[in-house]
């Protein structure tokens, strides 16, 4: 059914709300009547698979943030959980989830390593205060995925880089490595790796949109402070921020997945 969190549109709304350290206002959903068809099928596709997890862990009583922490002991506010991370050695993809901000239950931070990049990027040649990752070290952070207790994906969003202590890439080049982010193994959990592969393609869009605006927001913030290594500055922690509802997106992509959340959307 739609909404299966039995939540209010007052209480998702509020659930949604940015998180803190966001300095720019929250980003609204692209238009998504101008992609291909080929890129609409292959989302379409990425919401069947988002929408089967969701089945297979219901029928056990769980949701995605119940499974990632399943069997990791005491949560712990700043922890990583799976401890070590969760790597994919064939295509470099690395994730993790943990909790610090008001606004949501926690958040996952999804990264691509050095060896699964395309070989002709490199960092961007900036000075830094802080060393970044270098070499076969190097990772990209490609986007954060906010969550809420219910276990289902509340917001997107693009940290500063000492967030998450990444190498810094040009929104261009992130974006080239999106593609490439796939856990196709079962550890800590076959389900969870399917739905974040999925969340990819399902809000490849959504990604974009939000690395574009990251790139502007760092712009803006270093003309401001030319003499300041801005990507350091803790006071300025989430670039760029968009509120979604995946049953919602799902809806608009196709309504016979989900009418009533189509009916629901337009009124």
Same mark, same amino acid.
């Given at each position: 059914?739609?909404?299966?969190?039995?939540? $209010?549109?007052? /209480?998702?709304? %509020?659930?949604?709300?940015?998180?803190?350290?966001?300095?720019?206002?929250?980003?609204?959903?692209?238009?998504?009547?101008?992609?291909?068809?080929?890129?609409?099928?292959?989302?379409?596709?990425?919401?069947?698979? #988002?929408?089967?997890?969701?089945?297979?862990?219901?029928?056990? @009583?769980?949701?995605?943030?119940?499974?990632?922490?399943?069997?990791?002991?005491?949560?712990?506010?700043?922890?990583?959980?799976? %401890?070590?991370?969760?790597?994919?050695?064939?295509?470099?993809?690395?994730?993790?989830?943990?909790?610090?901000?008001?606004?949501?239950?926690?958040?996952?931070?999804?990264?691509?390593?050095?060896?699964?990049?395309?070989?002709?990027?490199?960092?961007?040649?900036?000075?830094?205060?802080?060393?970044?990752?270098? @070499?076969?070290?190097?990772?990209?952070?490609? #986007? $954060? &995925?906010?969550?809420?207790?219910? $276990?289902?994906?509340?917001?997107?969003?693009?940290?500063?880089?000492?967030?998450?202590?990444?190498?810094?890439?040009?929104?261009?080049?992130?974006? %080239?490595?999106?593609?490439?982010?796939?856990?196709?193994?079962?550890?800590?959990?076959?389900?969870?790796?399917?739905?974040?592969?999925?969340?990819?393609?399902?809000?490849?869009?959504? &990604? /974009? %949109?939000?690395?574009?605006?990251?790139?502007?927001? &760092?712009?803006?913030?270093?003309?401001?402070?030319?003499?300041?290594?801005?990507?350091?500055?803790?006071? &300025? /922690?989430?670039?760029?921020?968009?509120?979604?509802?995946?049953?919602?997106?799902?809806?608009?992509?196709?309504?016979?997945?989900?009418?009533?959340?189509?009916?629901?959307?337009?009124?």
């Amino acid at each position: 059914m739609c909404g299966v969190t039995g939540r $209010g549109p007052d /209480e998702a709304h %509020a659930a949604a709300a940015p998180p803190d350290g966001a300095w720019s206002a929250p980003m609204a959903a692209p238009d998504l009547a101008s992609l291909p068809p080929a890129q609409l099928g292959a989302m379409r596709a990425a919401a069947r698979e #988002i929408l089967e997890c969701r089945r297979v862990l219901s029928k056990g @009583g769980l949701d995605i943030v119940a499974e990632v922490l399943r069997g990791q002991g005491t949560f712990y506010e700043n922890n990583h959980y799976p %401890a070590n991370d969760v790597y994919d050695p064939e295509t470099h993809a690395q994730y993790y989830y943990h909790a610090h901000r008001a606004g949501e239950h926690g958040h996952f931070h999804t990264f691509m390593r050095r060896a699964g990049m395309p070989p002709a990027i490199t960092r961007l040649d900036w000075p830094h205060a802080e060393p970044w990752p270098e @070499g076969d070290a190097a990772l990209a952070h490609l #986007i $954060g &995925i906010s969550m809420d207790a219910y $276990g289902e994906a509340i917001g997107l969003f693009a940290p500063n880089r000492w967030v998450a202590g990444d190498t810094w890439y040009a929104a261009r080049d992130t974006i %080239a490595m999106l593609d490439g982010f796939r856990v196709d193994h079962a550890y800590p959990s076959w389900p969870v790796n399917r739905w974040l592969s999925a969340m990819f393609v399902l809000y490849r869009p959504h &990604i /974009e %949109a939000l690395l574009v605006e990251r790139d502007r927001a &760092i712009a803006a913030w270093r003309a401001r402070l030319p003499h300041e290594d801005v990507l350091e500055r803790r006071d &300025i /922690e989430t670039l760029s921020y968009m509120p979604i509802s995946v049953d919602e997106t799902i809806a608009v992509l196709d309504p016979t997945l989900f009418p009533e959340c189509r009916l629901r959307s337009e009124l």
